[in-house]
């Protein structure tokens, strides 16, 4: 029988689901592409990275949990500098629970907000040994009652540890589903939804990984590398960013 906390949380996550999805039928968040166009990106991607992986360093599901935790308003790259560490003390809940409060939050220290992201990981630790049996549990709604995990974070452990075929979207998918007209969407909720929808089986599981690597190198949230992108003929941003080389010859006299 579910713990009213847990029931609680699954009641409010069908509801935004439910909503979010009503205003996604009702034409609010309608996709700006064919589905030959949609189809024509995702074929791409998966030809270009058949294999995507997550560029968080981890162990396992509960160390992947604490990265996620960790990369919140932080890079990739800081957090598995500081992680590499900490995983080598600790990697299990118990572990952390043993680690204690200041020596975890002298490990994490370079990481932004690494007091609250302290609390986080103890309370989340000694959630999963007293309610969870030390397991990270396969399942949103549980994932979701953890301390400093919201449902982006959820996805991500339920889509690399575990396989599920899960979206997290972050500022990346964000950009990179409105701006390329992908899967328009005011919330990143909507933006979820929509590209589940319009995703077929075979792609589902790696659209995260590929949308999240191209915002990350390609699709720029400043500038926008337009002449390096695989979809560009396909994208629906106007104007596109000219290679660097062009932009010089425009501006010769």
């Known amino acids: 029988m579910e713990k009213p906390a847990v029931a609680s949380a699954a009641k409010r996550t069908r509801s935004r689901a439910q909503s979010a999805s009503a205003k996604a039928k009702s034409g609010g968040a309608g996709p700006g592409l064919t589905p030959a166009q949609i189809h024509e990106i995702f074929s791409r991607f998966a030809a270009a990275m058949p294999h995507p992986e997550t560029e968080l360093k981890h162990i396992n599901p509960f160390t992947l949990l604490v990265a996620v935790v960790l990369s919140a308003q932080a890079t990739d790259a800081g957090v598995n500098k500081a992680t590499k560490t900490l995983f080598e003390l600790a990697d299990t809940p118990q572990k952390i629970l043993d680690l204690g409060e200041e020596r975890l939050r002298d490990a994490i220290k370079t990481i932004g907000l690494f007091n609250t992201k302290t609390k986080n990981i103890i309370a989340l630790s000694k959630a999963l040994v007293e309610e969870h049996g030390g397991k990270v549990p396969q399942d949103r709604a549980l994932l979701e009652t953890l301390p400093g995990v919201g449902r982006k974070s959820a996805n991500v452990v339920l889509n690399v540890a575990f396989g599920q075929p899960t979206i997290a979207v972050d ?25 589940e929808r319009i995703a077929e089986p075979k792609f589902i599981r790696n659209v995260h990984h590929w949308l999240i690597l191209h915002g990350r190198y390609v699709c720029k949230a400043k500038k926008p590398e337009c002449w390096r992108c695989i979809i560009a003929d396909v994208c629906k941003f106007e104007p596109k960013t000219p290679a660097p080389a062009e932009s010089g010859k425009s501006r010769a006299p």
């Open 171 to 195: 500022t990346h998918i964000f950009r990179v589903a409105n701006r390329t007209g992908l899967a328009p969407g005011k919330t990143p909720l909507q933006v979820e939804l929509e590209l």
